[in-house]
């Protein structure tokens, strides 16, 4: 059943309309990798001090999806979504702001190829007789703030270090095996499967700059001074990329202006070693 969700997944992805980018004439996102995490593992409790107590377990999500008691096991679902090269190569030019292929990625990838990826698997567990939901697009999902900045109430880079996909970086991003340059989606399901091996012996493994002190050339790719080496200042960041001016470049650039979308930043993912690959 493993290698029929992973494969479901990546069918889709690969084969999706949507996952077109005129402008490169070529796709969004790469292959996908698709990992399993028992929805019972204490890691997913161990986020409530982590994190916060307001992050979400699985079975939380998934009786706030379906009800009181109607959890009663199962797995916690985690894909990356590797940004094409092509895109990360036209970001890895710019020094003060996106490129028109990250704007357009942010506001065609991430809203339709994303979306409709969630509703196809979420359709396709279900034909199958297993319920599912999609935390980080319920209408319970939020982000709010907290004494240690913006926190949501269900991480997918959390949820993907748990499912043994990457670990985290300086700059706060999530550095796979395909690189940081990704996207992240899950979904909690009752359909209870094989855990995959979470191997990482810390959660900033793959990091230069924080497992051997070297590197953090994404300090020097944050057009506004968000990264240093005590981490990662998320107000200035969100500032940035959720800012007046980024509105006003995605709609120059044919993108979303909404507030809320806009044309993103990305520059500490692209140029730097961990764009594509795990650099240790």
Known sequence: MKNLIRNEIKKFVLESKDNWLEEINDRYYDEPIVKFAAADDQLFEDYKKIIDNGHLTPGEAFELAFGKDSYQGGTVISVVLPINEKIIRSNAKQKD????????????????????????????????GYRATVPSKAEWF????????FVSNWS???????????????????????GIAIRLTSFVTELKLEPDIRNAKNH??????????????????????????DGHDKM????????????????AYGGNPDPMVGSGCGLCQSNVPCECKNPV
């Open 97 to 128: 702001f996106p490129s028109k292929e990250w704007a357009l990625l942010r506001a065609y990838g991430d809203e339709m190829v994303i979306k409709r990826l969630n509703k196809h698997i979420d359709n396709f567990l279900g034909e199958k």
């Open 142 to 149: 939020k982000v709010y703030g907290t004494s240690k900045g």
């Open 156 to 178: 997918e880079r959390h949820i993907a270090y748990a499912a043994g996909l990457g670990t985290f970086s300086i700059n706060d991003g999530f550095i796979t095996e395909k």
């Open 204 to 229: 900033t493994e793959n990091c230069l700059l924080c497992s051997k002190g070297i590197c953090g050339v994404c300090i020097k790719r944050c057009p506004v001074g968000a990264i240093s080496k």
């Open 236 to 251: 200035k960041c969100y500032k940035f990329v959720y800012g007046e001016e980024s509105s006003k470049r995605a709609a």
